[in-house]
T-cell receptor, first 111, second 116 residues
């Protein structure tokens, strides 16, 4: 059974700092991995999707990497801004389109 | 981008009543939709896969008679929480797969259910 773990559970940083969020998964036989953003009481916004054959994806100040063999992914956020404050969720798809989510990392960027 | 809506966004009901939540894909047809539940500070947990024109597939531990799913059209799936109890209070989120973009699930904004 796939399990997804995200560390840290919460992170508070000053504005402008670069930061890394971590995600690990137990079964390396994945189809893809996605990073989402969730604002309080809201739905999910897809940030980046990495196919199993890819090593990384970039979108603006965000860069996600994938090391399938070790069961790890990182989300790098450059030059963080207060508007980046949210919960970031990592989710893994194992071929059936079903997503298994981690519990998320709650990020607070202080002005 | 693809848009998925949910209605209502928030509902409060008395214990024992049934509540229906709608999930609509606004600009595409979705043969497959998913229903998730999220408890405070917890991960999203998949409840069931909703397939248009056929019965939903429920995850282990999810009571199909309690959480009724109907995917009657290519743009609408409904989740009915029957005889709701306080422990059913949660954030329910649906997602839909756009046929031309099978790798990405588009998520609705969620429905906050509170059972008194």
């Amino acid at each position: 059974k796939q399990e997804v773990t995200q560390i840290p559970a919460a992170l508070s940083v000053p504005e402008g700092e670069n930061l890394v969020l971590n995600c690990s998964f137990t079964d390396s036989a994945i189809y893809n991995l996605q990073w989402f953003r969730q604002d309080p009481g809201k739905g999910l916004t897809s940030l980046l999707l990495i196919q199993s054959s890819q090593r990384e994806q970039t979108s603006g100040r965000l860069n996600a990497s994938l090391d399938k063999s070790s069961g790890r992914s990182t989300l790098y956020i450059a030059a963080s801004q207060p508007g980046d404050s949210a919960t970031y969720l990592c989710a893994v798809a194992s071929g059936s389109e079903k997503l298994v989510f981690g519990k998320g990392t709650k990020l607070t960027v202080n002005p | 981008g693809a848009v998925v809506s949910q209605h209502p966004s928030r509902v409060i009901c008395k214990s024992g009543t049934s509540v229906k939540i709608e999930c609509r894909s606004l600009d595409f047809q979705a043969t497959t939709m998913f229903w998730y539940r999220q408890f405070p500070k917890q991960s999203l947990m998949l409840m069931a896969t909703s397939n248009e024109g056929s019965k939903a597939t429920y995850e282990q531990g999810v009571e199909k008679d309690k959480f009724l799913i109907n995917h009657a059209s290519l743009t609408l799936s409904t989740l009915t929480v029957t005889s709701a109890h306080p422990e059913d209070s949660s954030f329910y989120i649906c997602s839909a797969i756009r046929p031309t973009s099978t790798d990405t699930q588009y998520f609705g904004p969620g429905t906050r259910l509170t059972v008194l």
